[in-house]
């Protein structure tokens, strides 16, 4: 199985939420249990030999990854949800879509005692969801941002170099 393999995979969805908007769909490789385990065994070879004490995945296709890279990886998994989701006292950041705009949140005690984080999403696009997670986890004294991983890098809507640009180390399985 190769990298090319995952990309060929990935369905295409022109105009969807909204014209103009060409939508990768990773549903295909999800539902392929080979694709989905090669998937996950490449974004987690950037953390291996990392000190990484919780990956936290971004709402909602970063959950699947997310979670399945903390089990390799022996850490912990916090979810980054929408409003209304988590049940407990949260941080919240506010930050803009490619189509919209929304809020992203964090129970305020999810990273005690963790010191070592990753954020894991499943795209990569202009930036603002990326953005957003960074911002949450500065609430949080003594966090430390090991880095970013992403399915997919979509480098013409500029969100890797923004993240480049801060300094930030993200990884990327494929681009478009």
Request: glycine letters at 8%; proline letters at 4%; hydrophobic letters at 40%.
């Amino acid at each position: 199985m190769k990298i090319n393999d995952l990309k060929k995979s990935v369905r295409a969805i022109p105009n969807y939420p909204k014209k103009g908007i060409n939508f990768r769909d990773i549903t295909t490789v999800l539902s392929d249990k080979e694709l989905f385990q090669y998937m996950i065994d490449r974004m987690c070879i950037p953390w291996k030999g990392e000190d990484v004490d919780a990956v936290l995945g971004i709402e909602s296709r970063g959950f699947i990854m997310g979670s399945a890279i903390a089990y390799k990886l022996n850490t912990a998994f916090i979810p980054l949800r929408k409003p209304d989701k988590l049940p407990y006292q949260t941080f919240s950041v506010n930050y803009d879509l490619e189509y919209g705009s929304t809020q992203m949140h964090i129970h305020t005690d999810a990273l005690n005692n963790l010191q070592n984080v990753i954020i894991i999403d499943d795209l990569l696009a202009t930036g603002g969801t990326a953005l957003a997670a960074i911002e949450l986890t500065e609430k949080f004294e003594n966090t430390n941002l090991v880095g970013m991983g992403f399915f997919i890098d979509l480098p013409s809507l500029g969100g890797s170099a923004i993240l480049k640009k801060k300094g930030i180390n993200a990884h990327f399985l494929i681009d478009f």
